[in-house]
């Protein structure tokens, strides 16, 4: 009897400790972060401008080091202002990221063919506006700095944007040497 006493005595104390670490995770709120959606509107708003004010400033800093690469000189500064205003990215309505793509999946399919339309000759009009730019500052830029203008333009041209390693990576060694 006193070993029956004993196994049940286990039995039941292994019982409770499985119910209370249960229990615990049980009570253990939703996590914040990046894929909970236990992030506040605040919290959101407050990552969107720490992302955009760093993306201002890594244009910024591109855009002074294109400046002293190219040796810009005060006559051609119009030129390379007007270059970089066009290359600035349009800002985005709030509202096209989640009601947006409600209206459209309610749209009938010729009419979402057309708003995509619409957005693509939006797009081919702001590529226009900086192909004007770019011709402007090109008609500025003596042939070395049209030389260095062009040698930066083809590294930009082929990155693949979204792209983080993989194939197209410029790595070590190999990278340095396709850069130089």
Do not use: C, W
């Not at 708003?45 to 002074?64: T, Y």
């Not at 810009?72 to 007007?82: H, K, M, S, Y």
């Not at 309610?106 to 339309?117: E, F, G, K, N, V």
């Not at 930009?156 to 983080?164: Q, T």
Request: net charge positive; aromatic share 2%.
């Amino acid at each position: 009897m006193n070993t029956l006493h004993k196994k049940l005595f286990i039995a039941l104390t292994a019982l409770g400790i499985a119910g209370a670490a249960i229990a615990q995770t049980a009570a253990v709120q939703a996590p914040e972060g990046r894929h909970a959606h236990a992030v506040s509107s605040e919290q959101r708003a407050a990552h969107h401008a720490e992302r955009q004010a760093k993306r201002a400033e890594r244009q910024a800093q591109h855009a002074a080091r294109l400046r002293a690469e190219l040796k810009i000189t005060a006559q051609q500064e119009p030129a390379f202002a007007a270059f970089l205003a066009a290359g600035k990215p349009v800002g985005r309505p709030d509202a096209r990221m989640g009601a947006d793509r409600s209206t459209l999946a309610a749209l009938p399919a010729p009419q979402r063919l057309q708003q995509h339309i619409e957005r693509q000759k939006q797009r081919t009009a702001r590529m226009e506006a900086r192909l004007a730019a770019l011709n402007n500052l090109y008609a500025v830029l003596t042939p070395e700095q049209k030389q260095v203008l062009d040698s930066k333009a083809m590294r930009i041209g082929g990155k693949h944007r979204g792209h983080h390693g993989g194939h197209g990576g410029q790595h070590g060694e190999r990278g340095a040497a396709l850069q130089s």
